[in-house]
């Protein structure tokens, strides 16, 4: 559900709730442009999770590939050709 920036404004965040019972996202507009998704606060907790879960997954994948460095002067290295590449 798409609801204008100015509707908040007038309507205040009770606004959601009313949406919430249709919709699980809200996605505001502001100047006839999508700007922000609004979710329920459960709902972001479980997407938080499910992101930190995935870091996690990858770091150890790294570890697993013995992609990661312990020498600090490689590491700056890397960030350093890294920032050249960006």
Do not use: W
């Not at 949406?19 to 459960?42: A, D, M, Q």
């Amino acid at each position: 559900m798409t609801v204008m920036a100015n509707d908040i404004k007038t309507k205040g965040v009770s606004l959601f709730d009313t949406l919430f019972e249709k919709f699980s996202e809200v996605i505001i507009s502001v100047r006839g442009k999508n700007k922000y998704c609004v979710i329920p606060y459960e709902e972001y907790e479980e997407y938080r999770a499910y992101k930190l879960d995935m870091a996690h997954k990858e770091v150890m994948e790294d570890i697993a590939n013995e992609k990661y460095h312990t020498n600090t002067q490689k590491h700056f290295d890397t960030l350093k050709e890294a920032l050249k590449d960006a």
